[in-house]
Structures are given as structure tokens and as C-alpha cells.
């Protein structure tokens, strides 16, 4: 393992030079002090977990001292926002510290999140606050542990500098990993302003480091797009068929690895609500629940325009018609496991609508709890359960006739099937009530629920003797929280 002095920095984005970021350091934070941090992200970093007694960790972590193998960029990109094209956007408050190297060749931005303004803040102030910060630490460790691809996060730093919002607060940083930062609103950015030069001289990167399958393709710049479409094809079924809602799914939001990042105001879903809206700020329900789907063939599109210097307008149209039957032969993968089938049938897909469609018209079933409580006893027991939530007994009654019928046929004894059901189905979701709780009580200087959370959450899928509060329903407020884009 290894100690925050001895960590190795091989800064490749960095080399791409002045016209892909601007070099800047952080602005610190006053009074730092560690808040949380996550022992699985410490370790793509090889670091040892009792780095985080440090000192200097904190100091680090919040802009006060800095490597000297670091070389903070931010970098510069724009994107649609809301569909409506934003020509210049960047990062406003945060920094690509620099790229380390682990002992597995492995390389991993590290990011950090609020270290103050940057030539890209605009009107911000680059602050990011404490709230925001641990919402952000929380969804990245817990999509991870479901198994949703995702950037990670290795701790939040928290201070007792002043921050405006809409009332006053207190700042924060976070410090974010990925295998890389880049945004399908860089490839806009380049395409936009014409530097078509400097958009191939990106793709060329992203290929060399990220996709070097792509270059034994006779079009590697097309390879590209038809694997950045693959990997966010695979995300989004995550995102469906786990009831996860981003909220913001601007283009520069959207990872060009096909991870989740950026997260704003996301949700779980508690009651099944296709049309849900997580996101106060978004009045016409454009990145609703439902609209996931069409909204990340969008943004997939607004990419190929931005690659039309490179390819056919013709093969990229051809690779865009790709998409929804690889995010449908995902989806329906996902949801046949999360039921219990190890096997494909034909008719799956109308019975898994046939669910969903029961769902939204019960308006009371707990999308989350539904697919673990199915697995808890023997199938027509565990029907019973269920059924309780739903307006429609008719109807889910012959629902549930078609499901035994389904389940027959895989041939499974119940104990092989629950070990199955449970292993895909989590007991333990980030819901917003229990993220808002551990906030409050942070704000408050008490970071125990946080790190509780944070802990329950690692383990989604295993039954935690003690932490059953957390596996339960939602009270009536905490189904309800307005959310904002603002942090």
C-alpha cells in the first residue's frame, strides 16, 4: 500500500497542452476537516486506508497543499444544456489535479470538485457546498456497489468557509475518480468552434488511452462512437431497470467512458413513477424517468455531429440506429435477473411491461422493495405479499398466473432462486430522505450518519443485523424532497 507522498502522477491530459485546459491552482478551504471517505476508492489508488488519519490528507484534499507531481487543469468544453446549445462552458469549480498511476498500469483522474474559481466559473463562484458534496459521494459509492457504471469518489472535505446559495452555507470539496473526465462536450466544443485539428488530436487521445481496440478498425474514429454508444447503451439499461434518475443529462454530463458523473439532483425511485421528475429546476419533465432513454440516443446524436469532420454522415447515422436495440437487449437482461429468470423467453419483454404498467397505475408499490420482497419467500407466498400494493388485483393477479408459469419452466428449488434474487436485487438504495438526513446532521458537525450511510450502502445486497431502518419505506416527506440543481 502505498502513502499519500509516494503516489505516482503520469499527467497525460495535461500534454494535450493550453488549448484543451488552462493551468490553476485551488483556492482553499478554511478549517479543513475530513467528512467522509471511501476505503474501496482509496484503494484504486493503492492507498492505505489509515492515510485518512492524517493531517495532511484533509490539507491535501481541500486546496491547502498540493503535490508537486500535480498539475491542476481546468478544463475547457461546452454542451447542450436543456437541448439549447451552450457554446463555452469548462470547469467552472473544479480541478483535474492530475492523472495517478497504481501498481495495476492503471490511471485515475483525480478530480476535485469546489476548489474555487477557474476561467470557466462564469458567474459562479466555484464553490461547491457541503450538501452537494456528500449527495455526490454517496450516489457515486453506492451506484458502484450496485454494479452501475460509475465515477467514483474517494472523500469530501468539509470548512467553515461562507457559502451563498440560497441561504448561507458552508463550502466543501470532493474529490472525484474516473479513468478520465472528458465529456461529449468536448468533442462539441472543438467541433463548434472549428478546430477540427484539435477535435482529432481528442478523438486520437481518447482512442490511443481509452479505446485502443478502435484502432483495428478500418474507421477507428467511427469505432469510436459505436463504443462510447455500446457503453452508455449498457448505462442507461442500469439506470432504467434500477429506477435510478439523473436529472441533468446535459451533453456535458455525459462521460465519453459511458459512466455515470456530474450528479446534481438525482433520485432512486421510491414509488414507481415512469414519469417521475427528480429535478425541480426542470419544468418540462425533459429528463424525466421515461425520458432517459430518447434523451441518450439525443446526446449520443449531438456527439456523432460532433465527429462529422471524421466519418460519413452515413456510418454515423447507421451506428446511431444501434442504440436502442443494445440498450433494450440490456435492459431486458437485467430485469429478467432482477425476477429471477436465468433464462430468455419471448414473451419476457411484454410480461416485465405488463409489471411496470401495473406499477404506475398502483402508484404505490416501492419499486426497490417490490423485486427484493418477490425473492423473500416461495413465489406464489411472495405474491401474496406484494400484491397488496397494487390498485389492479385483477390484473396483477394474472400478472402473477403468468410469472409461477414463467418461473416453472426455470425449474429452480426457492433457496437457489432467493440466493439468486438477492444477489441482484439491493435491500439498501440511496434514498433521498436517508441522504438528506445524513446532511442535515452533517451541516450540524455530527459526519456518524454520513459514514453510517456510506457503509450500509457498500454492502446494498446483504441483510446488516441493526441498519434495518434503512431498508425502509420512505415517510410521506421524504418522498416528496424538492431538489435543485443548485450546490
Given at each position: 500500500m502505498k502513502t499519500l507522498d509516494t503516489l505516482t502522477f503520469d499527467n497525460r491530459f495535461a500534454g494535450l497542452g493550453d488549448g484543451f485546459s488552462t493551468h490553476i491552482l485551488p483556492e482553499p478551504i478554511a478549517e479543513p476537516r475530513l467528512?467522509?471517505?471511501?476505503?474501496?476508492?482509496?484503494?484504486?489508488l493503492d492507498l492505505d486506508p489509515s492515510e485518512t488519519q492524517r493531517e495532511v490528507f484533509a490539507e491535501l484534499f481541500s486546496g491547502n497543499q498540493l503535490w508537486s507531481d500535480a498539475e491542476p487543469r481546468a478544463m475547457v468544453y461546452s454542451g447542450h444544456q436543456f437541448g439549447g446549445y451552450s457554446p463555452r462552458l469548462g470547469d467552472g469549480r473544479g480541478l483535474l489535479l492530475g492523472e495517478v498511476l497504481n501498481d495495476a498500469g492503471e490511471h485515475w483522474d483525480l478530480h476535485l470538485k469546489g476548489a474555487?474559481?477557474?476561467?470557466?466559473?462564469?458567474?459562479?463562484?466555484?464553490?461547491?457546498?457541503?450538501?452537494?458534496?456528500?449527495?455526490?459521494f454517496l450516489a457515486s459509492e453506492a451506484l458502484h456497489a450496485?454494479?452501475?457504471?460509475?465515477?467514483?469518489a474517494l472523500c469530501v472535505t468539509g470548512s467553515s468557509?461562507?457559502?451563498?446559495?440560497?441561504?448561507?452555507?458552508?463550502?466543501?470539496?470532493?474529490?472525484?475518480?474516473?479513468?478520465?473526465?472528458?465529456?461529449?462536450?468536448?468533442?462539441?466544443?472543438?467541433?463548434?468552434?472549428?478546430?477540427?485539428?484539435?477535435?482529432?488530436?481528442?478523438?486520437?487521445?481518447?482512442?490511443?488511452?481509452?479505446?485502443?481496440a478502435c484502432l483495428e478498425q478500418p474507421q477507428p474514429y467511427a469505432a469510436l462512437l459505436n463504443a462510447v454508444?455500446?457503453?452508455?447503451a449498457e448505462m442507461i439499461a442500469w439506470w432504467q431497470a434500477y429506477g435510478f434518475c439523473h436529472g441533468v443529462m446535459n451533453t456535458d454530463n455525459m462521460s465519453?467512458?459511458?459512466?455515470?458523473?456530474?450528479?446534481g439532483p438525482y433520485a432512486f425511485l421510491d414509488d414507481f413513477d415512469a414519469k417521475h421528475i427528480c429535478n425541480h429546476s426542470d419544468?418540462?419533465?425533459?429528463?424525466?424517468?421515461?425520458?432517459?432513454?430518447?434523451?441518450?440516443?439525443?446526446?449520443?446524436?449531438?456527439?456523432?455531429?460532433?465527429?462529422?469532420?471524421?466519418?460519413?454522415v452515413d456510418t454515423l447515422r447507421e451506428t446511431l440506429d444501434l442504440f436502442l436495440p443494445i440498450y433494450q437487449a440490456h435492459y431486458q437482461d437485467l430485469m429478467r435477473k432482477r425476477l429471477g429468470f436465468t433464462s430468455a423467453e419471448d414473451d419476457d419483454e411484454e410480461l416485465?411491461?405488463?409489471?411496470?404498467?401495473?406499477?404506475?397505475?398502483?402508484?404505490?408499490?416501492?419499486?426497490?422493495?417490490?423485486?427484493?420482497?418477490?425473492?423473500?419467500?416461495?413465489?406464489?407466498?411472495?405474491?401474496?405479499?406484494?400484491?397488496?400494493?397494487?390498485?389492479?388485483?385483477?390484473?396483477?393477479?394474472?400478472?402473477?398466473?403468468?410469472?409461477?408459469?414463467?418461473?416453472?419452466?426455470?425449474?429452480?428449488?426457492?433457496?437457489?432462486?432467493?440466493?439468486?434474487?438477492?444477489?441482484?436485487?439491493?435491500?439498501?438504495?440511496?434514498?433521498?430522505?436517508?441522504?438528506?438526513?445524513?446532511?442535515?446532521?452533517?451541516?450540524?458537525?455530527?459526519?456518524?450518519?454520513?459514514?453510517?450511510?456510506?457503509?450500509?450502502?457498500?454492502?446494498?445486497?446483504?441483510?446488516?443485523?441493526?441498519?434495518?431502518?434503512?431498508?425502509?419505506?420512505?415517510?410521506?416527506?421524504?418522498?416528496?424532497?424538492?431538489?435543485?440543481?443548485?450546490?
Open positions: 467528512v467522509v471517505a471511501s476505503e474501496s476508492a482509496l484503494a484504486l474555487g474559481m477557474t476561467p470557466y466559473s462564469r458567474m459562479g463562484d466555484g464553490r461547491a457546498v457541503l450538501r452537494s458534496s456528500i449527495r455526490e450496485l454494479g452501475i457504471p460509475s465515477s467514483r468557509t461562507p457559502v451563498w446559495r440560497e441561504k448561507q452555507e458552508t463550502a466543501a470539496m470532493l474529490v472525484r475518480l474516473a479513468p478520465s473526465h472528458i465529456r461529449f462536450g468536448h468533442f462539441e466544443y472543438f467541433y463548434y468552434t472549428r478546430q477540427h485539428e484539435q477535435l482529432k488530436q481528442l478523438a486520437d487521445y481518447v482512442i490511443e488511452h481509452h479505446y485502443p454508444l455500446e457503453r452508455t465519453i467512458l459511458g459512466i455515470t458523473f456530474d450528479f419544468d418540462t419533465g425533459r429528463y424525466s424517468f421515461s425520458n432517459q432513454v430518447p434523451i441518450a440516443h439525443w446526446n449520443l446524436s449531438a456527439l456523432a455531429q460532433a465527429l462529422t469532420p471524421l466519418v460519413e416485465i411491461q405488463r409489471l411496470l404498467t401495473l406499477m404506475q397505475a398502483g402508484k404505490a408499490t416501492d419499486y426497490s422493495l417490490f423485486f427484493r420482497h418477490l425473492g423473500d419467500q416461495a413465489p406464489a407466498e411472495a405474491l401474496k405479499v406484494v400484491r397488496n400494493d397494487f390498485v389492479d388485483l385483477k390484473g396483477f393477479d394474472a400478472w402473477g398466473a403468468d410469472y409461477l408459469a414463467r418461473l416453472d419452466r426455470e425449474g429452480f428449488e426457492q433457496s437457489e432462486r432467493q440466493t439468486r434474487m438477492h444477489a441482484v436485487n439491493p435491500l439498501y438504495v440511496l434514498r433521498n430522505y436517508l441522504a438528506q438526513e445524513a446532511i442535515a446532521a452533517a451541516e450540524a458537525g455530527d459526519y456518524g450518519p454520513v459514514r453510517e450511510l456510506h457503509e450500509v450502502l457498500t454492502r446494498p445486497f446483504d441483510e446488516q443485523p441493526g441498519k434495518e431502518h434503512y431498508a425502509q419505506r420512505p415517510p410521506d416527506w421524504g418522498k416528496h424532497l424538492s431538489i435543485s440543481c443548485s450546490s
